[in-house]
């Protein structure tokens, strides 16, 4: 049994800023520093898209293009945790926010069917 845990979301206004958390546990948290991670969000009526990654050392961090200048994605081996900080904050980064585990080690995957584990979401809300 493992799970994913986000948290850090809720309600900010245009040009603030968020940092969303992500706890792995159980049997997740035993291949957690070994897989790829990534963020992926969904808004309403769009479907879920690929946000940041990082690879399994962390030494590695790739974005979408919409984000790349204004959020950060890290990760903390002794805490089972990643992040990501969001900055700058538009409306249109409203969305709810899963973290994820790639299905293999290795790579920078940012395809949906790349990932095999993922958390229930957090709302985050960007009002203008």
């Known amino acids: 049994q493992g799970q994913l845990v986000e948290s850090g979301g809720g309600l900010v206004q245009a040009g603030g800023s968020l940092r969303l958390s992500c706890v792995a546990s159980?049997?997740?948290?035993?291949?957690?520093?070994?897989?790829?991670m990534a963020w992926f969000r969904q808004a309403p009526g769009k479907e879920r898209e690929f946000v940041a990654g990082?690879?399994?050392?962390?030494?590695?961090?790739y974005y979408a293009d919409s984000v790349a200048d204004r959020f950060t994605i890290s990760r903390d081996i002794d805490k089972n945790t990643v992040y990501l900080q969001m900055n700058s904050l538009k409306p249109e980064d409203t969305a709810v926010y899963y973290c994820?585990?790639?299905?293999?080690?290795?790579?920078?995957?940012?395809?949906?069917?790349?990932?095999?584990?993922w958390g229930q979401g957090t709302q985050v809300t960007v009002s203008s």
């Open positions: 159980g049997r997740i948290s035993s291949i957690f520093s070994r897989y790829p």
């Open positions: 994820a585990v790639a299905a293999m080690p290795g790579g920078t995957p940012r395809s949906l069917s790349e990932y095999d584990y």
């Open positions: 990082i690879t399994w050392s962390g030494g590695s961090t």
